[in-house]
Protein backbone atom coordinates (compact mmCIF):
# COMPACT_ATOMS: atom_id res chain seq x y z
CA UNK A 1 0.00 0.00 0.00
CA UNK A 2 1.31 3.28 -0.74
CA UNK A 3 0.83 6.08 1.58
CA UNK A 4 0.35 9.64 0.18
CA UNK A 5 2.03 12.58 2.06
CA UNK A 6 -0.50 15.30 1.26
CA UNK A 7 1.54 17.70 2.78
CA UNK A 8 4.24 17.43 0.43
CA UNK A 9 2.02 16.87 -2.43
CA UNK A 10 0.13 20.19 -1.70
CA UNK A 11 3.49 21.98 -1.51
CA UNK A 12 4.36 20.16 -5.27
CA UNK A 13 1.09 21.78 -6.34
CA UNK A 14 1.47 24.90 -5.08
CA UNK A 15 4.60 24.91 -6.48
CA UNK A 16 3.42 23.93 -9.93
CA UNK A 17 1.03 26.63 -9.76
CA UNK A 18 3.30 29.36 -8.64
CA UNK A 19 5.53 28.18 -11.30
CA UNK A 20 2.22 28.28 -13.89
CA UNK A 21 1.41 31.58 -12.94
CA UNK A 22 4.97 33.11 -13.15
CA UNK A 23 5.62 31.29 -16.37
CA UNK A 24 2.09 32.88 -17.77
CA UNK A 25 3.32 36.63 -15.89
CA UNK A 26 6.53 36.16 -18.01
CA UNK A 27 4.40 34.96 -21.67
CA UNK A 28 2.34 37.89 -20.95
CA UNK A 29 5.42 40.01 -19.87
CA UNK A 30 7.17 38.87 -23.45
CA UNK A 31 3.62 39.30 -25.38
CA UNK A 32 3.06 42.50 -24.31
CA UNK A 33 7.10 43.67 -24.81
CA UNK A 34 6.76 42.25 -28.76
CA UNK A 35 3.37 44.30 -29.48
CA UNK A 36 4.23 47.27 -28.10
CA UNK A 37 8.18 47.59 -28.51
CA UNK A 38 9.43 44.84 -30.51
CA UNK A 39 7.24 44.72 -33.57
CA UNK A 40 6.35 48.72 -33.73
CA UNK A 41 9.84 48.49 -33.95
CA UNK A 42 10.92 45.88 -36.21
CA UNK A 43 7.43 47.49 -38.76
CA UNK A 44 9.39 50.50 -38.72
CA UNK A 45 12.80 49.07 -39.19
CA UNK A 46 11.41 47.56 -42.34
CA UNK A 47 9.80 50.58 -43.69
CA UNK A 48 12.96 52.55 -42.69
CA UNK A 49 15.03 49.64 -44.67
CA UNK A 50 12.12 49.71 -47.76
CA UNK A 51 12.54 53.82 -47.49
CA UNK A 52 16.54 53.54 -47.76
CA UNK A 53 16.66 50.65 -50.83
CA UNK A 54 14.16 52.99 -52.58
CA UNK A 55 16.78 55.96 -51.98
CA UNK A 56 19.31 54.16 -53.21
CA UNK A 57 17.59 52.90 -56.34
CA UNK A 58 16.97 56.43 -57.00
CA UNK A 59 20.23 57.46 -55.89
CA UNK A 60 21.65 55.02 -58.54
CA UNK A 61 19.13 55.87 -61.29
CA UNK A 62 19.85 59.68 -60.96
CA UNK A 63 23.74 58.84 -61.16
CA UNK A 64 23.35 56.79 -64.01
CA UNK A 65 21.41 59.68 -65.96
CA UNK A 66 24.23 62.01 -63.82
CA UNK A 67 26.74 60.31 -66.48
CA UNK A 68 24.59 60.20 -69.31
CA UNK A 69 24.04 63.79 -69.11
CA UNK A 70 28.38 63.90 -68.55
CA UNK A 71 28.93 62.03 -71.74
CA UNK A 72 26.96 64.22 -73.60
CA UNK A 73 28.83 67.37 -72.75
CA UNK A 74 32.08 65.71 -73.33
CA UNK A 75 33.17 66.26 -76.61
CA UNK A 76 32.76 63.89 -79.32
CA UNK A 77 33.30 64.88 -82.59
CA UNK A 78 30.54 67.21 -83.40
CA UNK A 79 27.66 64.68 -81.40
CA UNK A 80 27.51 66.13 -77.68
CA UNK A 81 25.29 68.74 -76.81
CA UNK A 82 28.45 70.45 -75.46
CA UNK A 83 29.76 70.64 -79.30
CA UNK A 84 26.25 71.52 -80.10
CA UNK A 85 26.32 74.24 -78.31
CA UNK A 86 29.34 75.49 -79.46
CA UNK A 87 28.97 75.23 -83.24
CA UNK A 88 25.69 77.60 -82.61
CA UNK A 89 27.97 80.18 -80.88
CA UNK A 90 30.43 80.01 -83.89
CA UNK A 91 27.57 80.19 -86.28
CA UNK A 92 26.40 83.53 -84.23
CA UNK A 93 29.80 84.80 -83.58
CA UNK A 94 29.31 84.13 -87.81
CA UNK A 95 26.26 86.20 -88.10
CA UNK A 96 27.30 89.16 -86.30
CA UNK A 97 30.42 89.45 -87.93
CA UNK A 98 28.86 89.71 -91.39
CA UNK A 99 25.59 91.91 -90.05
CA UNK A 100 28.20 93.55 -88.99
CA UNK A 101 30.58 94.14 -92.20
CA UNK A 102 27.31 94.27 -94.14
CA UNK A 103 26.43 97.54 -92.00
CA UNK A 104 29.82 99.77 -92.29
CA UNK A 105 30.39 98.87 -95.90
CA UNK A 106 27.05 99.71 -96.90
CA UNK A 107 26.84 102.80 -99.49
CA UNK A 108 23.27 103.65 -97.31
CA UNK A 109 24.59 106.29 -94.19
CA UNK A 110 23.41 104.17 -91.31
CA UNK A 111 23.08 104.46 -87.84
CA UNK A 112 22.08 102.69 -84.55
CA UNK A 113 21.23 104.20 -81.55
CA UNK A 114 19.46 103.94 -78.37
CA UNK A 115 15.94 105.23 -77.19
CA UNK A 116 17.88 108.59 -76.15
CA UNK A 117 18.81 109.47 -79.38
CA UNK A 118 22.43 108.41 -78.71
CA UNK A 119 24.59 107.22 -81.51
CA UNK A 120 26.37 103.89 -80.89
CA UNK A 121 27.56 102.62 -84.15
CA UNK A 122 27.65 104.44 -87.34
CA UNK A 123 29.11 103.33 -91.02
CA UNK A 124 31.33 104.87 -93.35
CA UNK A 125 29.22 106.10 -95.42
CA UNK A 126 27.18 108.68 -93.04
CA UNK A 127 30.59 110.38 -91.70
CA UNK A 128 31.26 110.73 -95.52
CA UNK A 129 27.47 112.29 -95.79
CA UNK A 130 28.28 114.44 -93.00
CA UNK A 131 31.61 115.05 -93.83
CA UNK A 132 33.15 114.09 -90.22
CA UNK A 133 35.18 111.69 -88.74
CA UNK A 134 33.03 108.75 -87.28
CA UNK A 135 33.91 109.71 -83.64
CA UNK A 136 32.72 112.72 -84.17
CA UNK A 137 28.90 111.64 -84.56
CA UNK A 138 28.96 109.17 -82.03
CA UNK A 139 26.76 109.88 -78.52
CA UNK A 140 24.61 113.22 -78.98
CA UNK A 141 27.21 114.31 -81.54
CA UNK A 142 25.12 113.97 -84.66
CA UNK A 143 22.97 116.67 -83.71
CA UNK A 144 25.81 119.12 -83.90
CA UNK A 145 25.60 119.04 -87.66
CA UNK A 146 21.69 119.51 -87.65
CA UNK A 147 21.49 122.83 -89.54
CA UNK A 148 20.39 125.31 -86.65
CA UNK A 149 16.77 126.20 -87.94
CA UNK A 150 16.32 122.79 -87.56
CA UNK A 151 17.72 121.39 -84.34
CA UNK A 152 15.19 122.03 -81.77
CA UNK A 153 12.70 120.69 -83.96
CA UNK A 154 14.10 117.83 -85.02
CA UNK A 155 15.37 116.95 -81.08
CA UNK A 156 11.24 117.52 -80.25
CA UNK A 157 9.69 115.15 -82.57
CA UNK A 158 12.92 112.64 -81.93
CA UNK A 159 11.41 112.17 -78.93
CA UNK A 160 7.68 112.13 -79.59
CA UNK A 161 8.07 109.81 -81.40
CA UNK A 162 10.36 107.63 -79.33
CA UNK A 163 7.54 107.56 -76.80
CA UNK A 164 4.81 106.99 -79.58
CA UNK A 165 5.64 105.61 -82.27
CA UNK A 166 6.67 102.42 -84.33
CA UNK A 167 8.95 104.27 -87.08
CA UNK A 168 10.90 107.09 -87.36
CA UNK A 169 10.28 109.67 -90.88
CA UNK A 170 12.14 113.26 -90.59
CA UNK A 171 12.96 115.62 -92.80
CA UNK A 172 15.76 117.87 -91.72
CA UNK A 173 18.85 119.60 -93.18
CA UNK A 174 23.02 118.67 -92.34
CA UNK A 175 25.31 121.01 -92.81
CA UNK A 176 28.73 119.43 -94.03
CA UNK A 177 31.61 121.80 -92.30
CA UNK A 178 33.70 121.32 -94.94
CA UNK A 179 31.75 122.87 -97.88
CA UNK A 180 29.60 124.47 -95.59
CA UNK A 181 26.40 123.52 -97.70
CA UNK A 182 23.27 122.24 -96.05
CA UNK A 183 22.05 118.76 -97.30
CA UNK A 184 18.19 117.97 -97.49
CA UNK A 185 18.24 114.44 -95.90
CA UNK A 186 15.65 112.20 -95.04
CA UNK A 187 15.81 109.77 -92.50
CA UNK A 188 14.54 106.58 -91.30
CA UNK A 189 14.65 104.36 -88.27
CA UNK A 190 12.83 101.45 -86.54
CA UNK A 191 12.89 101.41 -82.95
CA UNK A 192 13.39 97.79 -81.33
CA UNK A 193 11.11 97.30 -78.26
CA UNK A 194 11.06 94.46 -75.68
CA UNK A 195 7.35 95.62 -74.27
CA UNK A 196 8.26 98.84 -73.06
CA UNK A 197 11.65 99.07 -72.70
CA UNK A 198 13.77 100.36 -76.37
CA UNK A 199 16.23 98.07 -77.09
CA UNK A 200 17.97 100.31 -80.39
CA UNK A 201 17.03 102.03 -82.75
CA UNK A 202 18.41 101.62 -86.28
CA UNK A 203 18.32 103.81 -89.23
CA UNK A 204 19.44 105.67 -92.55
CA UNK A 205 19.74 108.79 -93.40
CA UNK A 206 20.04 109.47 -97.55
CA UNK A 207 19.82 113.13 -99.26
CA UNK A 208 16.52 113.50 -100.54
CA UNK A 209 14.71 116.55 -103.02
CA UNK A 210 14.63 120.16 -101.29
CA UNK A 211 10.95 120.00 -101.88
CA UNK A 212 10.43 117.73 -98.74
CA UNK A 213 12.07 119.89 -96.36
CA UNK A 214 11.20 120.60 -93.29
CA UNK A 215 8.48 117.53 -93.26
CA UNK A 216 7.54 115.38 -90.50
CA UNK A 217 5.89 111.70 -90.54
CA UNK A 218 4.85 109.50 -88.00
CA UNK A 219 3.95 105.86 -89.06
Request: with cysteine.
Amino acid sequence: MIFLNYSYLLTFLQTIVIGAGGLATAILAMWGLWTKILKPWFKESREKRETLFKAIGHIEDISEKLEKVSKELQPNGGGSIKDQIKQIANDIKIIRVERDATFYLSKEPSFKSDGKGYYTSLNYALSQLVGVPESELLGLGWLNYIALEDKDRIWEEWENIIESGKEISLFYGIKNPTTMEVIPVKCRAVINRDNDKILSVIGTIEPTEKKHYKKLKIV
